[in-house]
């Protein structure tokens, strides 16, 4: 069974994680993914986060699937090298600031006179116009921006922002979609085109209508800790030993087998009730009565209490628990990966399954330019060039 994207070729010149993750996910099935970094300034994203000796372990995710290379694209030898790439590619993954490429020669439409099928994706933090075109972005900025921090947080506590990638997590998904909707769009016209990625808009588009809610209402979404204006109980709750679980009950059947396991059958006689907006205006009444349950328990016990009631419960897992999740286990969610310093590194596993075209991690995160004179001598780079190259600093 091949990958899906066996035969496509990817060019990646991006820092830290919008473009890096997308290109991952585009090497997770099949993709060639050529990781082009700086010869002094490698991508960042090798020294976040913990570490093990010396080796930066967010890397050995990011980096997963990729040969990676070294080259100065703002000389002119290393945007040669850059026109060779990508006259034999698909898809270049670029986040510089916009007009930098164009300030290197090596543009979208200087890159399309090498290779007029090839895909440019551009990702930066505000797009390539507009009057913030040029400032720095980064995610930290999209998830304030976007409105994700305004509604995340407890209602009398400041907006929140995420512990985790999230703005790029969810640009590169976007990223890899539009990506591959511009390759089946070359299968028809030969061309290829420019992507133009804001790390601003994906997540706010999956934030809900918030402003169709504003335009017709006047409706700003406010901050309301884990509760929801469109159902009751939603939250998460303290069990007997310390740990936590979250309950949802989005449809009616589900609150009233959550009442009725708590003890409150009462409840679902109130005429409030039978609306998911009614049970959120008594929401205090409603956690108080799950709460008060939960707490005179082990979580085990709430989660085997709540199974057998055919009601909606989940234990709140840090990574410990996911690794020993018999669930997580039989999906192969975590998997050990071939990693030349330490022999194998588990990460997570490609986020779906496929039967025919099934995607994998051939190996993680590789050395800064392991793969530079491999790659240049498939390009027709004789010994004595790449000498050249190295001794210029262009590699």
Known sequence: MN??????????????????????????????????EHPTKP????GHGPAKDGQGLWWKVLGRNKRTVTLDLSSPLGAAVLKRLVAGADVLVENFRPGTLERWGIGPEVLHEANPGLVVARISGFGQIGPYARRPGFGTLAEAMSGFAAATGEPDGPP????????????????????MLALHARQRTGAGQVIDLAIIEPIMAMLGPQITWYDQLGYVQPRRGNRSDN????????CADGRWVAVSTSALSIAERVVRLVGRPDLVEQPWFATGSGRAAHAD???????????????????????????????????????????????????????GDFGTVRMQNVP????????????????????????????????????????GGVI
């Open 231 to 238: 159902n009751a109980p939603r939250n998460t709750y303290r």
């Open 285 to 339: 009444e409603l956690d108080s009565a799950v709460a008060a349950w939960v707490a005179a328990r082990d979580r085990d016990e709430v989660v085997a209490a709540f199974e057998a009631a055919q009601a909606a419960v989940a234990p709140v897992y840090d990574v410990r628990d996911i690794l020993a999740d018999p669930q997580y286990t039989a999906l192969g969610t975590a998997v050990p990966v071939p990693d």
């Open 160 to 179: 929140t922002l995420p512990p985790f990638g999230l703005a790029d997590s969810v640009t590169a998904l976007a990223t890899a979609y539009a990506v």
């Open 3 to 36: 990958p899906a994207l066996n035969g496509v070729r990817v060019i990646e010149t991006a820092t830290l994680f919008a473009g890096p993750l997308a290109a991952a996910f585009l090497g997770d099935f099949g993709a060639d993914v050529v990781k082009v």
């Open 43 to 46: 991508d960042p994203s090798r």
């Open 352 to 391: 779906f399954r496929m039967s025919a075209t099934p995607g994998a991690i051939r190996h993680a995160g590789r050395a800064h330019g392991h793969d530079t004179v491999d790659v240049l001598r498939s390009l027709g780079y004789t010994a004595e060039e790449i000498e050249g190259l190295r001794e």
